[in-house]
């Protein structure tokens, strides 16, 4: 996929200033996403993924690991897959963002 392709994608899904984005709706569609460009950009749906070994001990180093790999990356495959990574993470910011607003919205002290 190239990143005209990519582009066509996302604005056929969320309309063309991503209107109709949703965390539920982003979420099916980084799946997705993710499942047909694969970790390393060459996977052809039916086969397995080729999971690399990590050599990290923490999330951070899981994080930095990531990018260095994206650097090495064809300059579509990078843009795209930087764009999924950030929409997953303002996405999932904003999920836990909603549930802390509702668990307060509906939380109330029974009175004895």
Known sequence: MNLAQFR???RAEFGSKLEH???EHMRTFLNRMYAQI???GDHVEGLPFNIPTE???NYEQVVAEFFSHVLDYPPDLAV???WL????MFYTHLEDE???QFRE???FDIPE
């Open 85 to 88: 990574f950030s929409c997953e």
């Open 80 to 82: 795209i897959t930087l």
């Open 38 to 40: 694969g970790s390393n």
């Open 98 to 100: 909603y549930a802390e």
């Open 8 to 10: 066509q994608e996302i």
């Open 55 to 57: 050599s990290a001990n």
């Open 105 to 107: 919205l509906f939380s």
């Open 21 to 23: 984005a949703t965390p």
